[in-house]
């Protein structure tokens, strides 16, 4: 058996293992994932019983989202918000404007950069080339003062080559942020997560 043989079984083992690592860096569970880095007046959003989530807006910059990406990604954290920390608001619905419901607070954000990148291109090449890009902003405000609450900014990226570049795209790193930015508006809000999901 030849040296290279040997090894390959060894080769193969490190890059499963590397995967399973990085992998454990990003979720796309709400309840277990990292809050983004935000700017938040705690006592207000507190007061938050009810989230309307209105469109994502993206930047004329950016050729690659459409109103469609935009609007699935919303719908997402909706989803989230509404679902996955028990009885925390009220109600969470999306909507173009205020409902008018008592204690509302609007949830909406832009859409910066979205870039799909290559899998099969970071498949076959070195790190960096092909990566995947998803960046943009988060915001809470008050409806009925327009009162920024809660603001943070996401930047996504994956440019790792070979099997682990090629272990994901664009919409694992938009089912993430998804649920970073939930996570990020419930522990705002006061929630806070079972012991075991703050790793």
């Known amino acids: 058996m030849s040296t290279r043989a040997r090894h390959l079984p060894l080769t193969i083992f490190a890059t499963l293992a590397a995967l399973l690592l990085l992998s454990g860096c990003a979720t796309t569970k709400s309840t277990r994932a990292i809050p983004l880095e935000s700017t938040v007046?705690?006592?207000?959003?507190?007061?938050?019983?009810?989230?309307?989530?209105?469109?994502?807006?993206?930047?004329?910059?950016?050729?690659?989202?459409?109103?469609?990406?935009?609007?699935?990604f919303a719908a997402d954290i909706t989803k989230r918000l509404a679902s996955d920390f028990g009885n925390l608001f009220d109600s969470v619905e999306a909507a173009p404007a205020a409902r008018g419901v008592p204690g509302e607070c609007i949830f909406t954000g832009t859409i910066s950069r979205y870039d799909p990148g290559n899998r099969a291109v970071r498949l076959a090449t070195l790190?960096?080339?092909?990566?995947?890009?998803?960046?943009?902003?988060?915001?809470?405000?008050?409806?009925?003062?327009?009162?920024?609450?809660?603001?943070?900014?996401?930047?996504?990226?994956?440019?790792?080559?070979?099997?682990?570049?090629?272990?994901?795209?664009?919409?694992?790193?938009?089912?993430?942020?998804?649920?970073?930015?939930?996570?990020t508006v419930a522990q705002g809000k006061g929630w806070k997560p079972p012991a075991a999901s703050t790793r």
């Open 127 to 183: 790190p960096g080339i092909g990566s995947v890009h998803f960046e943009g902003s988060i915001m809470l405000t008050d409806a009925v003062r327009g009162q920024e609450l809660l603001a943070a900014p996401f930047d996504k990226l994956w440019a790792f080559s070979g099997v682990i570049g090629a272990s994901k795209g664009i919409q694992n790193l938009v089912n993430e942020t998804a649920a970073a930015a939930a996570a």
């Open 41 to 72: 007046d705690v006592a207000k959003v507190a007061d938050c019983r009810a989230i309307t989530v209105s469109a994502f807006t993206v930047t004329a910059e950016n050729d690659k989202a459409t109103e469609e990406v935009a609007a699935a």
